[in-house]
């Protein structure tokens, strides 16, 4: 499971959670993308196993200035 937190200069904090799948990760990275921009942070809590699934599917979100931050 993990759970993050979407921050962006211009809008309220987005809470995310689902099971590390193909789908929720797909929800994640739509919602990602829809918040992209100077100053958008990412902020994703999951075990340290998952990581290499979330890191796929996040791969290119640093291209459109969002900042990934694991924990």
């Known amino acids: 499971m993990f759970q993050a937190i979407i921050r ?11 099971q590390v799948v193909p ?3 797909e929800v994640l ?3 990602v993308l ?3 921009g100077r100053g958008t942070r ?3 809590r ?3 196993a998952l990581r290499p699934a979330l890191l796929r599917a996040l791969r290119d979100i640093s291209r ?8």
């Open 64 to 71: 459109r200035g969002v900042e990934l931050v694991l924990a």
């Open 46 to 48: 999951l075990p340290v």
């Open 23 to 25: 789908y929720d990760l």
């Open 8 to 18: 962006t200069d211009a809008q309220e904090p987005l809470r995310v959670s689902g």
């Open 29 to 31: 990275r739509e919602y």
């Open 34 to 36: 829809a918040r992209a």
């Open 42 to 44: 990412v902020e994703v």
